[in-house]
Every structure is written in structure tokens, then in C-alpha cells.
């Protein structure tokens, strides 16, 4: 039995936490900064700067364009600095799936507020292989409320979202009225997800359908086919058989060609090199022939092979040599030409 304290770690992950990591996984690629489906789906956000002015964003980042204002549903505050801290954590690529948790004990450490008037939010500014940088806000909740009502004579917790400008991006404290965005983004996504899924089963339907056609006009061809190979068997036994001897013609043919007739290039050997040539030994072997003779002139015979259409190379591996009064011997390797090798 495997004990409880046995590690089950592949680069760094517990596997035996494997759900986890796909959870928190999935929810990044949902929700998180980078995310191309918060692209999509997320809403434009008016946000109101201490300055009173007013700009416009959509999934974190600023919206260029002009915005038809009675579209806009969600409202964000920006808190100015004097009511907010920050820090950035660097945490290891490890702990990512367990970000919250981790947050939420650097919080209890670092917050200079009562645990229940502490409000915080986070964001990934920076990943790399082994860690990444985590950009940290702490707010107090009543000094937020005092803030909103100062600006905007409202008092409820909810009708606001809360953000803090630090690390150059716009970073949303939890706990104010991000919640109903979030919720429509979900309802969103939800439809979006609904609309996919009919597409895709309409996809499928649609491949379904051609392959149910063309199961069916395949049954009929395989009836055909039988009824003809029926009614034409003697047909296909000649058809069989010319094939086989295609084959065998094939066969022999390739070996014509490998092992050419020794009485053709004997005869070709004799007009070439005429009656002044003898040839003592002659050795052939596919398209390679080598032969051994005497002749006066053995530098001409061998010219005389080179300058002959039927032979590619011709080579001399020994040197020539008298052994008479105006006789030399010569031992010549021939390469036959491809479309001669079979005459």
C-alpha cells in the first residue's frame, strides 16, 4: 500500500493535486489578465479618476475609442495612492495554483488594518520560467466608503467597483461591486458557450448526414459490384490471369535488363574492336562486362570502347603491358548504357 507521505512530483507539481491545477488553470484562461476570452466576453467599464475625469476600459486595458455612454454598466472608482498600499510579491511558478491562499496569508501579515476592514486585490504583472510577479493592493474598506462618499455621495458597498492604479496597470480590489459584472461575464460566457455547442452539434449533424448519405450510395455500389463479378466471373479470372503474366513479363524483363544476352555483346565486342584484337577471357555480370585480350594498339581499343554509344564507362584497373613483338595485353572493366543493358 502506498503511504500518504510518498511524493508524487513530475517538475515540480504534485501530481496527487492534479484537479487543482486544472481548475486553477482553466479559470486563468478564463478570467485571468491575458485571458483572450475576457477579451470577448468583458464588458466596458466608466471609470471616475479623483481628478473627476472619466476614461473607459475593457478587460484591464483602456479603450480607445469613443464609448456611447448609455451602454456602459459597470462603474469603477480609482483610489488615489494615499489610500492604497502595494508591494510586489514574487512567487514561484509552483504556487500558482494555490495564489489565493498564498495572498491571502501575505495580506494577514502586511495589512496595517483590522482583518475585517481590509479589503485587497491582485494581478500577474510578470511570469518567467521558475517565478512570477504578483502586484499587490491593500485598502481599508471604511476609508474607501469615506472616499466614495466624499466624491459621490453614495453610501452602498455594491454600486461601485473599486480599483488602484500601481505597477502601471489598473489592479481591482475584491469585496465592492465587481461582482455583478463578473456575474454578467459569466452569463455571458455561458450563452457564448451555449452558441458553440449548437454550432458544433450542427457541424456534426451536418457530417452525419453526408456520411449517412454516403454509407448508403456505398451499400448500393457494393450490391452492384457483386452482381458484376456474379455475372462477369470468367471475366475476372482473365483479368486475374493477365495480370500475373504482366507480372511475370515484368519479372523477366527487369532480369533482361540486369543480365543481358552474352551473345549480343560478344558480337558487339568483335565489330567493334575488328580482326586485329583478340579477345582471351571475357566476364559479364549485369550491366558490368570486363574482358581480357592482346591487340598492337591496346590504347585504341580502349579509345575505341569510349567513344562506342553502348558503354558509359570503360576503365583499365591494370596497366597494359607488351608480351610480345607488337602485342600488348589489356584488361578493360566496361559499363554497359542503361538503354542498351537489355538489347
Not at 495589512?111 to 520560467?129: C, L, Q
Not at 580482326?275 to 592482346?294: F, H, L, P, R
Request: charged fraction near 20%.
Amino acid at each position: 500500500m502506498l503511504e500518504t507521505s510518498q511524493p508524487w512530483n513530475l517538475f515540480g507539481y504534485d501530481l496527487r493535486r492534479g484537479l487543482h491545477y486544472f481548475r486553477a488553470g482553466w479559470s486563468d484562461f478564463l478570467w485571468g489578465d491575458d485571458s483572450p476570452v475576457l477579451n470577448v466576453i468583458d464588458e466596458v467599464v466608466e471609470v471616475h479618476l479623483e481628478a473627476g475625469e472619466t476614461r473607459y476600459y475593457q478587460a484591464g486595458k483602456l479603450v480607445v475609442g469613443p464609448v456611447a455612454p448609455g451602454t456602459v454598466k459597470a462603474q469603477a472608482i480609482v483610489l488615489p495612492e494615499r489610500l492604497v498600499l502595494s508591494r510586489t510579491l514574487r512567487v514561484p511558478v509552483a504556487a500558482e495554483a494555490d495564489l489565493d491562499s498564498v495572498l491571502v496569508l501575505e495580506v494577514r501579515a502586511s495589512s496595517p488594518f483590522p482583518e475585517a476592514d481590509t479589503s485587497y486585490g491582485w494581478s500577474i504583472v510578470d511570469r518567467r520560467a521558475s517565478d512570477l510577479d504578483v502586484q499587490l493592493v491593500i485598502t481599508s474598506q471604511s476609508a474607501v466608503m469615506a472616499f466614495i462618499a466624499s466624491q459621490l455621495d453614495c453610501h452602498d458597498i455594491r454600486a461601485y467597483e473599486i480599483w488602484a492604479q500601481s505597477g502601471g496597470r489598473m489592479v481591482s480590489v475584491s469585496g465592492f461591486g465587481e461582482a455583478k459584472r463578473q456575474q454578467r461575464n459569466r452569463r455571458r460566457f455561458g450563452r457564448m458557450a451555449i452558441a458553440l455547442a449548437y454550432c458544433l452539434l450542427v457541424v456534426i449533424a451536418a457530417f452525419a448526414l453526408g456520411a449517412g448519405a454516403k454509407y448508403l450510395e456505398l451499400q448500393k455500389v457494393r450490391a452492384i459490384q457483386v452482381r458484376v463479378e456474379q455475372s462477369a466471373s470468367e471475366a475476372v479470372e482473365l483479368r486475374t490471369g493477365l495480370a500475373s503474366s504482366k507480372g511475370l513479363i515484368g519479372a523477366v524483363n527487369k532480369l533482361l535488363l540486369e543480365y543481358p544476352a552474352p551473345h549480343y555483346e560478344l558480337k558487339r565486342l568483335a565489330t567493334i574492336l575488328g580482326d586485329d584484337t583478340w579477345i582471351m577471357m571475357v566476364e559479364i555480370n549485369g550491366s558490368n562486362i570486363k574482358i581480357d585480350g592482346q591487340s598492337s594498339d591496346a590504347a585504341a581499343v580502349m579509345q575505341q570502347l569510349l567513344d562506342h554509344s553502348a558503354y558509359v564507362r570503360v576503365v583499365s584497373p591494370v596497366a597494359i603491358r607488351k608480351v610480345g613483338s607488337g602485342i600488348e595485353r589489356f584488361l578493360l572493366n566496361l559499363t554497359l548504357a542503361t538503354e542498351d543493358g537489355g538489347e
